[in-house]
């Protein structure tokens, strides 16, 4: 069993930082990509961030130069750091991982339970 518990969320001026944490545990053998999506109300899901194994990175353009995905493979986390955040921003955040896991060694993306991210005065 894999679990993924996100963190970090919450209320926010325009204009302020947040950072997000997606911890992974449970049976896991090996860690690939890794992602952030967000989910406004009446929009679909859309990745905001991803970053590679080898930590290569590609982001949305509507977050470019503001917001920064970085892992630490030791710790088996996904960090979002969000800064200049505007209104647009607000909504359900959720990490996306691809892992194999170590019981059956298959490949699939494992999701979190989403964090609310609201960005208003």
């Known amino acids: 069993q894999v679990t993924l518990v996100e963190s970090g969320g919450g209320l926010v001026q325009p204009g302020g930082s947040l950072r997000l944490s997606c911890a992974a545990s449970?049976?896991?053998?090996?860690?690939?990509?890794m992602r952030w999506y967000r989910q406004a109300p009446g929009k679909q899901r859309e990745l905001v961030a991803a970053?590679?194994?080898?930590?290569?990175?590609n982001y949305a353009d509507s977050v470019k130069g503001r917001f920064t995905i970085s892992r630490d493979n030791g710790k088996i986390t996904v960090y979002l750091q969000m800064n200049s955040l505007k209104p647009e921003d607000t909504a359900v955040y959720y990490c996306n991982v691809e892992l194999q896991n170590s019981a059956t060694l298959a490949m699939r993306a494992y999701w979190g339970q989403g964090t609310q991210v609201t960005v208003s005065s």
């Open positions: 449970g049976s896991i053998f090996k860690i690939y990509d």
């Open positions: 970053i590679t194994r080898g930590g290569t990175t």
